[in-house]
T-cell receptor
């Protein structure tokens, strides 16, 4: 079962902040975030393992609440280069496959 | 350069004509996977392989076959393509899941398939 991402789409101005949420009905082992620019392949952003850790690099960070089976991706002071579709992928239990959400389309305008 | 390659990048074919999409990685990764991407549905896994000669079904395996005879190659075979298999296909690879901090998946550039 696919994780649920919200919102489906968001438009913001350069310099604004955005939050993308990912939730699952299953107990999660890890959450993975990828970004895909139009016409390109998805590119890895970060992995969060259960334990409630928060990760980040540059102005993109993420948190993982294993009790709620939720993860959030935080984009602060958005840049034009942040535009794209963001996917969360979840790994649960003994599953050997990553299940992706349907994506959140982020558009950053000048 | 570490990469995943796919061929062809674009393919238009007719219903029922067998085709193969090749995937190759040069990173000595154990894990390889095929996804299809359709608007509004995200990435859905077709098949995956944990190692040579070890393959398993993903979420949407119907109508597809795979093989893993060599570590670097993981071809996707459509024995009798149908229009509902028109999609964008991605191959991906990663180190073993057992080393979770290395579970990052590297995606190929994609193959856009149209079946008429």
């Amino acid at each position: 079962q696919q994780p649920v991402q919200s919102p489906q789409a968001v438009i913001l101005r350069e310099g604004e902040d955005a939050v993308i949420n990912c939730s699952s009905s299953k107990a999660l082992y890890s959450v993975h975030w990828y970004r895909q620019k139009h016409g390109e392949a998805p590119v890895f952003l970060m992995i969060l393992l259960k334990g409630g850790e928060q990760k980040g690099h540059d102005k993109i960070s993420a948190s993982f609440n294993e009790k709620k089976q939720q993860s959030s991706l935080y984009l602060t002071a958005s840049q034009l280069s942040y535009s794209g579709t963001y996917f969360c992928g979840t790994l649960s239990g003994s599953a050997r496959q990553l299940t992706f959400g349907s994506g959140t389309q982020l558009t950053v305008l000048p | 350069e570490a990469q995943v390659t796919q061929n062809p990048r674009y393919l238009i074919t007719v219903t029922g004509k067998k085709l193969t999409v090749t995937c190759s990685q040069n990173m000595n990764h154990e894990y390889m996977s095929w996804y299809r991407q359709d608007p509004g549905l995200g990435l859905r896994q077709i098949y995956y392989s944990m190692n040579v000669e070890v393959t398993d079904k993903g979420d949407v395996p119907e109508g597809y076959k795979v093989s893993r005879k060599e570590k670097r190659n993981f071809p996707l075979i459509l024995e009798s393509p149908s229009p509902n298999q028109t999609s964008l296909y991605f191959c991906a690879s990663s180190l073993s899941r057992l080393r979770d901090n290395s579970y990052e998946q590297y995606f190929g550039p994609g193959t856009r398939l149209t079946v008429t």
